[in-house]
């Protein structure tokens, strides 16, 4: 089927073709801008470190716990032991095997709160220790989140410059489909989504969508036709566009 239009019907559909390739390119910008890739790394780096945070923060607890039940027991003994000291100081135990029995206690005891206080500040450089590297993390964290926020406003800022930039052309390429009839407009929409430029110019006898030079018989086919005839390169079948530098 032939599809008729005006030559100035035809010389919009190469304006409504180079508004699509804005559009095309715009797109695309707005798919690969750098900080999309960006703030992807950011994300993974975040939940990287926020489980190492979550694992110092699980011995950050465990230790504080550990280390309260190890005070618990040195208190416990030490109590003890007062207990012990008093009932010698206080002259109530006079057999000498009591005695003997109550202070061989009191170096046990004393015996086991040194044990217990070394198992305590043991406990508690790994506190602080886990606290430390917990600090360090969280610190981490807050500035790779620092860091994706501020790429996440980026993008949002490019993105909001390029569906501007996007409308702006959307609305001139109302204005160029205007003037176009509908079937042209149809045959064109099928040729793009086949080729991806669906009209071309004709300079020079070359198509300016598939850069051939156009051969003798096939541009004296192309001369003939009326003006008003839709004209298809014969090499890549996209719609030609006449111009003043066809060279028909
Ligand atoms: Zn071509």
């Known amino acids: 089927m032939t599809v008729k239009a005006d030559p100035t019907a035809q010389a919009a559909l190469l304006e409504l073709q180079a508004q699509d390739a804005i559009l095309a390119q715009l797109q695309h910008r707005r798919n690969t801008l750098p900080e999309i890739a960006r703030i992807t790394e950011l994300e993974a780096q975040i939940k990287d470190v926020d489980g190492t945070r979550i694992e110092l923060d699980t011995q950050v607890s465990d230790l504080t716990r550990e280390q309260k039940k190890a005070d618990t027991e ?76 501020e790429q996440v406003a980026a993008r949002d800022a490019a993105i909001e410059v390029l569906d501007q930039q996007a409308a702006d052309t959307q609305a001139e390429r109302g204005t160029s489909a205007a003037g176009i009839p509908v079937d042209l407009i149809t045959l064109y929409d099928k040729v793009r989504g086949q080729y991806g430029v669906g009209a071309a110019a004709l300079r020079a006898r070359r198509c300016e969508g598939c850069r051939l030079e156009i051969n003798g018989a096939d541009l004296r086919e192309l001369a003939a036709a009326p003006e008003d005839e839709v004209l298809r390169c014969p090499e890549c079948s996209r719609i030609l566009i006449r111009t003043p530098e066809s060279g028909l």
């Open 74 to 149: 040195v208190e416990m003994v030490k109590t003890r032991r007062t207990r012990d000291e008093e009932r010698l100081n206080s002259g109530a135990v006079s057999n000498p095997k009591d005695l003997a029995s109550l202070q061989h206690e009191l170096v046990a005891l004393e015996r086991r709160i040194s044990t217990l206080e070394d198992a305590e500040l043991e406990i508690m450089e790994k506190l602080e220790e886990a606290q430390t590297g917990l600090a360090v993390v969280q610190g981490d964290l807050d500035s790779l989140k620092a860091d994706r926020d």
